[in-house]
């Protein structure tokens, strides 16, 4: 199994620009999570969906960050416009429906610096 | 609100030693799970060990095993026979039993940073 893949692992990028990470879950998996990891705020949820279907987006910063995922084998998160606040490393992670605790797998992480 | 503490930023060990990583959560539920993932340099986080919170018996995984106390809401990890590779971000996770199609949030710990001297 390829694990949970995420693009681009690294990111630089100015302020006022469009961002888009991406990640692809593992097969099979119904659930794919949104995570921002910084060293004040520690790991935070920002949006997970279910079949495709966003479930809980309570976690989004606010409106300039945005999350899609248009079939279940993909997903975005796009930030526009960025600001260096924004600068953190962003996780996508997946999990079966099923199993023992829903266990959720991470991707390596996208990390993103805006200038 | 469920919350997740680490009481222990940094802990260090000497290499073959035994470590234990200390955890403790706020829930007013009563089946959930737990887990303690590992974020080595790489960044990359990796399930070490999970523990369902109906389950008595503790989980164990090679070399690394948990003490799980309900009641007093404890879940620490040791990890016996240290290795080098050992070395990284330790996070302790909470996640509500959740009904339906509905899942509960994983909550996080601040971590702990291990370090393995050889």
């Known amino acids: 199994d390829a694990g949970v893949i995420q693009s681009p692992r690294h990111e630089v990028t100015e302020m006022g620009q469009e961002v888009t990470l991406r990640c692809k879950p593992i097969s099979g998996h119904d659930y794919l999570f949104w995570y921002r990891q910084t060293m004040m705020r520690g790991l935070e949820l920002l949006i997970y969906?279910?079949?495709?279907?966003?479930?809980?987006d309570s976690g989004m910063p606010e409106d300039r960050f945005s999350a899609k995922m248009p079939n279940a084998s993909f997903s975005t998160l796009k930030i526009q416009p960025s600001e260096p606040r924004d600068s953190a490393v962003y996780f996508c992670?997946?999990?079966?429906?099923?199993?023992?605790?829903?266990?959720?797998?991470f991707g390596p992480g996208t990390r993103l610096t805006v200038l | 609100a469920q919350t997740v503490t680490q009481s222990q930023p940094e802990m260090s060990v000497q290499e073959a030693e035994t470590v234990t990583l200390s955890c403790t959560y706020d829930t007013s539920e009563s089946d959930y799970y737990l887990f303690w993932y590992k974020q080595p340099p790489s960044r990359q986080m990796i399930l070490v060990i999970r523990q369902e919170a109906y389950k008595q018996q503790n989980a164990t995984e090679n070399r690394f095993s948990v003490n799980f106390q309900k009641a007093a809401k404890s879940f620490s990890l040791k990890i016996s026979d240290s290795q080098l590779g050992d070395a990284a971000m330790y996070f302790c996770?909470?996640?509500?039993?959740?009904?339906?199609?509905?899942?509960?949030?994983?909550?996080f710990g601040q971590g702990t940073i291990l370090t393995v001297h050889p």
């Open positions: 996770a909470y996640r509500f039993r959740a009904g339906g199609t509905s899942y509960g949030k994983l909550t």
């Open positions: 992670a997946s999990s079966p429906s099923g199993g023992i605790g829903n266990t959720q797998y």
């Open positions: 969906f279910n079949n495709n279907v966003p479930i809980d």
